[in-house]
């Protein structure tokens, strides 16, 4: 059975640097080097200054677009850095779709970090979503923001795939804790929830934050699940990679919200984390898979 990022098109190394050259000459002569596959894309470090991305997936094509819509007038509003879009490429020599470049958002994903480390995160990481969900939906809608129309947290569409990944999980044997796992996913019930409209960034974990040398998060990377939709989808970052102390810490910048909201985030940094683990698995990505299931311990721990 497929996976879910499985490729439709894979940029190697020497396209991607003729595909730049070609249309960026003043990038030439390009000194090129593979940052790691996402699920829709293929990205580059180039002259260690910028990062390229590729669409791996027709699908990504359109949430490129929206990134390179939105987050100009993003950037200049965030704690954390964003990485602007700054070159727009075109299909060219047989690669059919655009892509896109950035300026380098230093730093590294985090790894091994102690739970200090992780408290110390809880108040920018609140400020970010805290200005991030107020943005003015209305605008984001205008710059090409769609609606959630893919029911992130509808429970008992995305039950199915979940048990799937758990009992892989299991096949391998993985996760230390997953009695704990499996509890909680066989007893998950639907959680009726009011629609709300705010600008999320709609993929919020691990992979896609960006640590300084003091391992604090200082930026914020791939927005191409950004979307209109309920808070609890960025929310589950809190359970995902703060420890308790630092998730009290977290709501307090943040404001508190209700109970079915932290049961929503709850439920989306498992479903998250657990896609993480199987796909770092798949890949052969022993440190993101690592880090995974550290976020797991995470969401577990009260």
Known sequence: MPNAWDAEQIVSAPLAKMLI?????????????????????????????????????????????TENQLLPSLASQQPLSIAEPIFFGQPNAGYPWPFTGYHYVQGTPPARLTEEERVQSASVLARFLRTLHHYPHLKAQKLGVPFDELNRLDMMKRKPALEKYVKQMKEHNLYSNQGVLEDYVNDIQEIKYQEKHVLVHGDLHIKNMIVNQTNMVSGIIDWGDVHIGHPAVDLAIAYSFLPSKGRARFFKEYGEVDEETHRLAKWKAVFTTVVLVAHSYDQGDKQTLEAALESLNLIFQE
């Open 21 to 65: 050259e070609t249309q960026f000459p003043e990038l030439a002569p390009t000194k090129i080097l593979l940052l790691g596959y996402g699920f829709d894309n293929t990205v580059y470090q180039v002259n260690d200054r910028f990062v390229f991305r590729f669409p791996r997936r027709e699908l990504a094509v359109g949430l490129l677009k």
